[in-house]
């Protein structure tokens, strides 16, 4: 059974910087960030595939950059210019094939 263990949320104000982390216990070929917000459905904000291909929502390109690191089976979310409606529990997600695996979640809070 893969493992994802995110880090890196918490409070920042309007306009701030977080790093999200999310560390797999092995290899998997696509990796990415969706996120919940209070009421509303689950959405993938970012992925990337082991070969470095990436792909965004439209509500976070040009702030949002997603990264990994091949060896160490991590994948990054580098967010800036946050903003309120970017607060939301931010999950990680793992796809093998048609299997697909997710994190417990990290709540990211934008506010002053």
């Known amino acids: 059974q893969v493992q994802l263990v995110e880090s890196g949320g918490g409070l920042v104000q309007p306009g701030g910087s977080l790093r999200l982390s999310c560390a797999a216990s092995e290899n998997i070929f696509t990796l990415g960030w969706h996120r919940q917000a209070p009421g509303k459905q689950r959405e993938s904000v970012a992925t990337i595939t082991s070969g470095g291909r990436t792909d965004y929502t439209d509500a976070v390109k040009g702030r949002f950059t997603i990264s990994r690191d091949n060896a160490k089976n991590t994948v990054y979310l580098q967010m800036n210019s946050l903003k309120p409606e970017d607060t939301a529990v931010y999950y990680c997600?793992?796809?093998?094939?048609?299997?697909?695996?997710w994190g417990k979640g990290t709540l990211v809070t934008v506010s002053d």
């Open positions: 997600y793992g796809r093998r094939g048609t299997v697909g695996y």
